[in-house]
T-cell receptor, first 112, second 115 residues
Framework: AQSVTQPDIHITVSEGASLELRCNYS??????LFWYVQSPGQGLQLLLK??????LVQGIKGFEAEFKRSQSSFNLRKPSVHWSDAAEYFC??????????FGTGTRLKVLA | DAGVIQSPRHEVTEMGQEVTLRCKLI?????LFWYRQTMMRGLELLIY????????DSGMPEDRFSAKMPNASFSTLKIQPSEPRDSAVYFC?????????????FGPGTRLTVL
């Protein structure tokens, strides 16, 4: 069955430091992969998505993610974190024609 | 453009009461998803509509939950009777087509507390 694993429940980084959030997926076919961000009290907003082509994907707010088929991973990165990046981040894989399978999320805390 | 609109944003009710959550899709979207988010289970898909027709309701927890889409732009999720274990944040999301690679646009959610 399709699944998404985000092994880090919480991550704390200092403002200005680099960030990497991990995501591993299990999916038989070529996956459609997404990263969403949820700010406190808000809905989810799409950061970036991968379907095919270049395995390094650029998103909004300075985020990027790299698809590595051999590792079944789609890790999210940002070279320099801002205090406003504190939020919860969800990785998702599209299953079938419409259904997303979401990971359990990683809550990011940014220290001033 | 207005995004997905949900009402109410917060709902506190007593066990046994009927609860109705509302969602207005983005204009031009024809697919709607209802999700439930809890600490224990994360984000769960409850039901999916395409062109007003329920396509997949396998995530609806039990008969106490029902969802309708009376027109192309509006949907309701009803819980009757409500129970404390229904406490969660309920999101609706809309998109333009029945396709995996179309972004789902999420509303701000309704935080439901059942006492």
């Amino acid at each position: 069955a399709q699944s998404v694993t985000q092994p880090d429940i919480h991550i704390t980084v200092s403002e200005g430091a680099s960030l990497e959030l991990r995501c591993n997926y299990s999916y038989g076919a070529t996956p459609y992969l997404f990263w969403y961000v949820q700010s406190p009290g808000q809905g989810l907003q799409l950061l970036l998505k991968y379907f095919s082509g270049d395995t390094l994907v650029q998103g909004i707010k300075g985020f990027e993610a790299e698809f590595k088929r051999s590792q079944s991973s789609f890790n999210l990165r940002k070279p320099s974190v801002h205090w406003s990046d504190a939020a919860e981040y969800f990785c998702a894989v599209a299953s079938g024609t419409y259904k997303y399978i979401f990971g359990t999320g990683t809550r990011l805390k940014v220290l001033a | 453009d207005a995004g997905v609109i949900q009402s109410p944003r917060h709902e506190v009710t007593e066990m046994g009461q009927e609860v109705t959550l509302r969602c207005k899709l983005i204009s031009g979207h024809n697919s709607l998803f209802w999700y439930r988010q809890t600490m224990m289970r994360g984000l769960e898909l409850l039901i999916y509509f395409n062109n007003n027709v329920p396509i997949d309701d396998s995530g609806m927890p039990e008969d106490r939950f029902s969802a309708k889409m009376p027109n192309a732009s509006f949907s309701t999720l009803k819980i009757q009777p409500s129970e404390p274990r229904d406490s969660a944040v309920y999101f609706c999301a809309s998109t333009t087509a029945m396709s995996s690679y179309n972004e789902q646009f999420f509303g701000p959610g309704t935080r439901l507390t059942v006492l």
